[in-house]
């Protein structure tokens, strides 16, 4: 993981292929929260997927031909921003399994050196907030890879608890995951349900008027089970989209 606290004047964003097809205003909101520090954000176009449901699903030769697509889009040196802790995870650390003893290892190791986690990045480069908006309670939610992988579960509260109007309220279960898990959702739907509706419950009962996250899946999780259940509770932003409109850079 990049730990660089230069500011640097160019950066790759991997916009992660959950964001780029369910959420895009998020990836838009990252972009323009980066541009605002005078960064210039490089988007290859050719980008998918990082190869992370297959590989997690036990289908590590297939995540080699997924991943491997992406080897050639970062050619210049520089940090790759990843607004995900899940993708970011698979990059940083998983990669390098992946590709060990293949004619690629040192180029995905290359990459994976220059993975950084978006709010990790924001801290890297000393970005600091300038709250605008009126007095609020936000509940975290961290995903599991950006905590036990990435290590960047702190990034995210120190971005939040920076901002002057804004309490950030601890739910039970904050460390536990929210039973998305790519396609464990899918594979094991009756434990997903039980723990995302665990999840749901603790963040209620905090009184937060607003849930943010670093990562679109957990997100989707949430947000499917609030709108499902909950239709009163405030669905779940992320944490670029939240920062930019606090900030003033959003309406």
Known sequence: MNTNSTKPTDIYFFGTCVLDMFMPEAGMDAITLIEQQGI????????????QPAYSSGHPKEAFEVAKAQLDLF?????????????????????????????????????????????????????????????????VHTSCAARREMDVHTSGWKLIDSLQNVERVVHDHESECCGFGGTFSVKHSNISGAMVTDKVQALKDTGATAIVSADCGCMMNIGGKIAKDEPNMPRPQHIASFLLKRTGGKA
Not at 41 to 51: L, N, T, W
Not at 88 to 115: C, P
Not at 128 to 134: A, L, Y
């Open 40 to 51: 210039k954000v490089h988007f290859p176009m050719e980008q998918s997927c990082c190869g």
């Open 75 to 139: 050619p210049e040196n520089y940090p790759i921003v990843v607004p995900s802790g899940s993708c970011g995870g698979m990059m940083a650390l998983h990669w390098r399994k992946l590709f060990a003893g293949s004619e690629y290892e040192t180029k995905a190791n290359q990459i994976a050196d220059r993975v950084v986690e978006f709010t990790h990045f924001l801290l890297n480069i000393g970005y600091e907030p300038k709250d605008q908006g009126e007095p609020i309670k936000v509940a």
